[in-house]
């Protein structure tokens, strides 16, 4: 892929026609966004302006056939996503605002994805009565529930979409860059009281404000990734540390991998866990 980095790099229309191309090939919308994204964060917003302008359109063009618009809200939320990492050089305020696109979003699923939103309740409905013994919820909750679901599925896309920007920015400018910004990936304080009062308000209140602690827990799942990342590299453990530490986290831990991930992170942001681990140079040189 850092060939189509580069020739997107060259000049605008290569850039416009790649993040056409790709919102037009079904599912492959995170590439464009991709392409968008690192348009942004090299050249900057006025740069990226008319590359959204004219990449968009194939986007609203499937909005106003198929009614699914979200090609286009991933679009939009790179570009001000790479226009806040451009500005701010933190992922923290990437992945805190990512948060708030999440829950807003929400708000505007159905009004531009109305008849995608009923599709999909139908589908489930229909698979729900086809098990037997199976009690079929009632059709607006799974309608808030396939809201809630779209919506932060976009925005994770988003945010990963822009990860893949910022590896091609760092493998064409500054390599090992981005390896670098996510093993010392740590959210503030009081990023991390904000996005446990989410967590709070989303589980205390339950209802339709449950989009606020779910919309909060990726955010706070990554920098618990990148805290077990940094350590492992400062310790020079390979990728076999890795690969035994997602299994054990898929595998074995299962539905708690994620809860320990958002624990890590906060601790992380109280008491900074990585300051306090000697890498393995240092505990060579202290032996």
């Known amino acids: 892929m850092s060939g189509l980095a580069?020739?997107?790099?060259?000049?605008?229309?290569?850039?416009?026609?790649?993040?056409?191309?790709?919102?037009?090939?079904?599912?492959?919308?995170?590439?464009?966004?991709?392409i968008l994204g690192l348009v942004v964060l090299r050249k900057g917003v006025k740069e990226g302006i008319p590359v959204l302008a004219w990449g968009c359109l194939p986007a609203l063009v499937l909005w106003a056939l198929q009614g699914d618009a979200t090609?286009?809200?991933?679009?939009?939320?790179?570009?001000?996503?790479?226009?806040?990492?451009?500005?701010?050089?933190?992922?923290?305020?990437?992945?805190?605002?990512g948060s708030f696109l999440a829950v807003i979003s929400t708000l505007v699923?159905?009004?531009?994805?109305?008849?995608?939103?009923?599709?999909?309740?139908?589908?489930?409905?229909?698979?729900l009565s086809s098990e037997e013994g199976v009690e079929v919820p009632d059709r607006g909750l799974i309608f808030d529930q396939a809201v809630v679901a779209i919506s932060i599925f976009q925005v994770v896309?988003?945010?990963?979409?822009?990860?893949?920007?910022?590896?091609?920015?760092?493998?064409?400018?500054?390599?090992?860059?981005?390896?670098?910004?996510?093993?010392?990936?740590?959210?503030?304080?009081?990023?991390?009281?904000?996005?446990?009062?989410?967590?709070?308000?989303?589980?205390?209140?339950?209802?339709?404000?449950?989009?606020?602690?779910q919309a909060a827990i990726p955010a706070l799942v990554l920098p618990?990734?990148?805290?077990?990342?940094?350590?492992?590299?400062?310790?020079?453990i390979g990728v076999v540390g890795l690969i035994s530490f997602y299994l054990v986290g898929?595998?074995?831990l299962n539905v708690y991998f994620a809860n320990i991930l958002v624990t890590l992170c906060v601790i992380d942001s109280f008491v900074n866990i990585r300051s306090r681990i000697q890498g393995k140079s240092s505990d060579s040189s202290n032996g």
């Not at 699923?109 to 309740?121: K, S």
């Not at 990963?160 to 860059?177: D, E, I, T, V």
């Not at 618990?224 to 590299?233: D, K, N």
């Open 109 to 127: 699923q159905p009004l531009l994805m109305e008849n995608v939103l009923n599709l999909a309740v139908s589908l489930v409905q229909n698979v």
């Open 224 to 236: 618990g990734l990148a805290l077990v990342h940094g350590i492992l590299a400062k310790k020079e």
């Open 71 to 97: 090609a286009l809200l991933v679009l939009a939320d790179v570009m001000l996503l790479s226009y806040l990492l451009r500005s701010t050089m933190s992922w923290s305020w990437v992945l805190l605002v």
């Open 157 to 213: 896309i988003a945010v990963l979409s822009l990860f893949l920007a910022r590896k091609w920015q760092a493998g064409l400018y500054n390599p090992g860059g981005l390896r670098t910004e996510f093993h010392q990936l740590r959210l503030p304080v009081s990023f991390s009281l904000v996005l446990g009062g989410m967590i709070l308000i989303g589980e205390g209140l339950g209802g339709s404000f449950t989009v606020f602690s």
């Open 6 to 34: 580069k020739w997107v790099m060259k000049k605008r229309l290569n850039a416009i026609i790649g993040v056409m191309l790709f919102t037009l090939i079904p599912m492959m919308f995170w590439l464009a966004a991709a």
């Open 250 to 252: 898929f595998f074995v």
